[in-house]
């Protein structure tokens, strides 16, 4: 499976009569896309605006941030299944804009975790999408609408914008092209170098709202799955979007999925890159050993790998099914490296650990999403929501947006942390 | 924090010694109280030397390894009381190297003077001294040999940390923008925290590196090392039970309505009890009690809290004179990635109270 991902780099976004890029700059018709986005009739109104590093705007009630992508070749293809119809993601060519992105709010959502972002100040600082220009939507719930139903509009929302602009950029020259070509039935002939497969804990149950899970998958959600090989291209080419809800991860994230890059720039070289085995967290012990062994034997006996890396979704039980199918792999002889990471900044790490194998020897930390942040209000403007929207602090205290100081776990801060392995911070004891 | 440009002359120091360093004799003086003297003593000298022009050590307090221990906080306090008249911005205590009293005693004092006069207090320990245990959370303690002739090590290591904490670097290594330094780097044992740190290579490429090592046979480092637990031995049962008082515990976060003891629903460190008879009558209230734990799924427990901690079925028992007497309170906390030391650690402090209060067995439950 061959992907061409053209990119072309945004320096400027404006509004415009046509949206279009030209030397750089994309053009944005603010009343054609509103109109495309209210063509769903789940959704009322919607908020578009465009926002810009430094400025003094904290954008709150988050759901996701989305790379403007959209498919060059082929009809009907974008984020099968969410917009477009449903084929399999990942070959062809793909235009992708750099140094824009899509940042989609849902202000009137209940959910305790909702993520923000700020434009300026610290927040930007700590941010990887502080310094990207954005468009902004934040829509309303249509009369009638289901809440949850209102969700995965507006979820669906920020794809379509992500689309609509890569589309407007057509004929901008390419800056740059990406190939991810990846034949993975003739990696099986026979090299001296060690085949590496990824384990991609895709979602976690326990954080559903309402209990519905959320949809992220080819337009579907995966409470039910049992572990599924997939081509990385499918994940980088949007078969697979974040949740609906920012905890370390979202489309953005996915789109540039850094582990499964990573393996792709060492494939040939140090290594076999053998593929992709993704599964979901279990939530009872029954379906935990389904999804430990059934993972763990298709990474050894259908992908025939040496070595897996295992990468996991927010929370405990995410942390405690990763080892179980670590364990698993260890046992069929399949070395393993395991991401975690600490759910308290109290103890030492190894106290924070929620697994205990020997043979689990290689644990690669990330950041402790976790760890408590404080940042003084440097924002002067509100999107998507108000100053006085809640921002989550563990301590038994109502916290608003405006508030002088906040004081939020960092999770709660799009783009600081990013659960497949792109963020250049590492837990450690102090 | 104060820098030391910021201050009006020198920085002022005061250090902790015990009898023997502090030049008041051996172990026939080691019951002897609190003494001040004016500058440095000792091994404050070569503080003082390290230290140069950065600082002055204007008082030295001295006091007997045995005094300290006979009670340790008491002493600690009555040491703060005369560190607090000197305007101290740094404290210094030891380093006390492998010696236990003393250990102790300066782990106590840093504690004490930390707390009250909110200053960075350093002192310095061998690995195996208690009182690396007993106070790394609440003083930088630098790692030190075993014996005094590591002094010259002990005190450079307890200058150079003192100095970057009083200096705190412009840019800030940790996402939190705290100023912590590197315990790698300063030579100090962690401080039972962690802390997210920025690096060169993303964790991407750390897992594939190390992955590849792995598989090559050749070294590698995990970033975290696993666990080892100790076993513990299952106590003798009670002789009688249905003359036994029994309480419940449970890490289920079921709290009275309020939260009034702050439990948080996840990564919790607190606990707390909470009387049977107004939380859980037998007739159930659903407006008294709540759950905070967001770690399940509590629609059973908020519908029925007997679920969760079993009162009504242990009522039954006593009413029939099988169990003896159902203790009054219930012990709750809410256990949702709390890491194990502190579980340890609630267990512990749980277990003296129920023996204080004449308690002979408990149940715990959980979710």
Redo the contacts between chains.
């Keep these: 499976m061959r992907l061409e991902i053209e990119c072309i780099d945004i320096d400027d976004l404006q509004p415009g009569p046509k949206t279009r890029a030209e030397e750089h700059v994309l053009y944005v018709d603010l009343k054609e896309l509103e109109e495309l986005i209210l063509r769903d009739s789940r959704l009322a109104t919607v908020d578009i605006r465009l926002v810009y590093p430094e400025d003094k705007v904290r954008i709150v009630n988050l759901m996701d941030v989305v790379q403007p992508r959209c498919k060059v070749d082929k009809v009907d293809a974008d984020f099968p299944g969410f917009v477009g119809k449903m084929q399999i993601a990942g070959s062809g060519r793909t235009r992708s804009l750099r140094g824009v992105g899509v940042l989609v709010a849902d202000p009137q959502t209940t959910r305790k975790y909702s993520a923000f972002l700020d434009m300026s100040g ?1 927040g930007a600082e ?1 941010s990887v999408y502080g310094c990207l220009r954005h468009v902004v939507l934040a829509p309303t719930r249509a009369e009638g609408t289901e809440e949850r139903d209102f969700e995965d509009a507006v979820k669906i929302a920020g794809l379509k914008t992500a689309v609509y602009l890569a589309r407007g950029a057509e004929g901008h020259p390419v800056d740059h092209t990406e190939v991810f070509d990846l034949d993975i039935p003739s990696q099986r002939a026979k090299s001296d170098l ?1 085949r ?1 497969a990824y384990y991609y804990q895709l979602y976690s149950p ?1 954080h559903d709202h309402k209990g519905i899970s959320d949809a992220c998958y080819y337009g579907t959600d995966v409470r039910h799955f049992t572990p599924t090989i997939l081509h990385p291209n499918e994940v980088l080419d949007g078969g697979v979007v974040g949740a609906h809800t920012i905890r370390s991860l979202d489309t953005y994230t996915v789109q540039n999925h ?2 499964i ?3 792709y720039k ?1 494939n040939g070289k ?2 076999i890159f053998a593929g992709v085995v993704a599964g979901v967290v279990a939530l009872d012990p029954a379906a935990k050993a389904r999804q430990s062994t059934m993972a763990a034997s298709l990474v050894k006996n259908v992908l025939g790998a ?2 897996v ?1 295992l990468s996991k979704v927010h929370g ?2 995410p942390h405690v099914d990763l080892g179980l199918i670590a364990d698993e792999c260890e046992k069929l002889g399949v ?3 395991v ?2 990471h ?13 697994f ?3 043979a ?9 999403v ?5 940042i003084p209000l440097d924002a002067e403007r509100f999107l998507g929501g108000t100053a006085d929207t809640h921002i989550y602090c ?3 205290i109502i916290q608003r947006a405006g508030d002088p100081m906040v004081d939020f776990e ?1 999770f709660l801060l799009a783009g ?1 942390h ?1 659960h ?11 | 924090m104060v820098s030391m440009d910021e201050r009006e002359g020198q920085l002022k120091v005061v250090h902790y010694l015990n009898q023997f360093f502090g030049q008041l004799g051996g172990e026939d003086t080691a019951d002897v109280g609190f003494v001040v003297k004016d500058g440095p003593v000792g091994p404050g000298r070569a503080l003082q030397k390290a230290l140069g022009d950065e600082a002055e050590i204007v008082a030295t307090v001295i006091c007997g390894d045995n005094y300290f221990a006979k009670e340790p906080e008491g002493a600690a306090q009555e040491g703060v009381a005369l560190v607090a008249g000197y305007d101290a911005g740094l404290f210094f205590a030891g380093p006390a190297f492998q010696a236990g009293r003393y250990g102790v005693a300066c782990g106590a004092m840093c504690k004490a003077v930390g707390e009250a006069l909110h200053i960075p207090v350093i002192t310095g320990m061998f690995e195996e001294n208690p009182g690396v245990e007993m106070y790394r959370r609440n003083a930088f303690i630098c790692k030190t040999g075993e014996s005094a002739r590591g002094m010259t090590d002990a005190v450079n290591c307890m200058v150079k940390l003192g100095i970057r904490l009083m200096t705190p670097p412009a840019q800030a290594e940790l996402v939190s923008r705290e100023n912590i330094p590197s315990p790698e780097e300063y030579g100090y044992f962690p401080r039972l925290i962690n802390r997210n740190v920025y690096t060169d290579k993303t964790v991407a490429e750390r897992s594939v590196d190390k992955l590849l090592a792995k598989l090559r046979g050749e070294p590698f480092d995990t970033e975290v090392q696993l666990p080892t637990f100790e076993r513990i031995a299952i106590p003798p049962a009670i002789k009688d039970v249905s003359k036994a008082e029994i309480a419940f515990v449970s890490d289920g976060g079921l709290v009275p309505a309020g939260n009034p003891d702050g439990l948080s629903g996840r990564g919790n460190l607190r606990w707390a009890t909470y009387e049977i008879d107004t939380f859980l009558p037998e007739k159930i209230d659903s407006s008294v009690y709540e759950v905070v734990h967001t770690g399940y799924f509590p629609v059973e427990v908020i519908a029925n809290p007997n679920r969760l901690v079993p009162v009504d079925a242990m009522r039954d028992l006593v009413k029939s004179g099988q169990a003896g007497r159902l203790h009054r309170t219930f012990f709750s906390t809410s256990g949702n990635a709390t890491v194990a030391r502190r579980c340890a650690e609630m267990g512990v402090e749980m277990g003296a109270e129920m023996k204080k209060r004449g308690v002979e067995a408990a149940i715990l439950t959980s979710t």
Excluded: C
């Design positions: 610290q700590m060690p590496v326990q850094a582990l890059r990573e393996l060492r140090d290594l040496d070595g890396i405990g039980m070395k393993t490296a991401f975690a600490p759910l308290v900044s109290a103890g030492t790490l190894t106290d924070g650990l929620l205990n194998s020997e689990l020897n290689l644990i690669v930390m990330m950041g402790g976790l760890e408590r942040a404080k563990p301590d038994p960092e600081v990013d497949l392995g792109g963020s250049r911070i590492i837990v450690k004891d102090y």
